[in-house]
């Protein structure tokens, strides 16, 4: 079993900065590929991007040049920086993990592909 924690979230500006971390626990995040996605109030989720266990990474167009995830295996810690926001980046942002055995480098981009989830983040952009 792992249990994500999401935070980091909060109210910005327009045109702002955010870093959302995922901690981990329980199991170690290396053996994981990892995933953003976020939910708009009456809307359905939505992917954001992720990262393979040997750290490619895939975004939706969305925010493509804007967020970028990072990992950290040491701190069992994911991270999504977003810049330059915009009000319809507002959201819940919920990370996911996917156990991955095989050193996959295969992108998943779909919510079913993930085993893992935690409770969200709310991102509330201004404008």
């Known amino acids: 079993q792992v249990q994500l924690v999401e935070s980091g979230g909060g109210l910005v500006q327009a045109g702002g900065s955010l870093r959302l971390s995922c901690a981990a626990s329980g199991r170690t995040i290396s053996s994981y590929a990892m995933g953003w996605f976020r939910q708009a109030p009456g809307k359905e989720r939505e992917f954001v991007g992720t990262?393979?266990?040997?750290?490619?990474?895939y975004y939706a167009d969305s925010v493509k040049g804007r967020f970028t995830i990072a990992r950290d295996n040491a701190k069992n810690t994911v991270y999504l920086q977003m810049n330059n926001l915009k009000p319809e980046d507002t959201a819940v942002y919920f990370c996911?993990?996917?156990?991955?055995?095989?050193?996959?480098?295969?992108?998943?981009?779909?919510?079913?592909?993930?085993?893992?989830w935690g409770q969200g983040t709310q991102v509330t952009v201004s404008s």
């Open positions: 990262i393979t266990r040997t750290g490619g990474r």
């Open positions: 996911a993990a996917k156990a991955d055995l095989y050193y996959s480098s295969s992108y998943y981009y779909t919510g079913a592909d993930y085993d893992y």
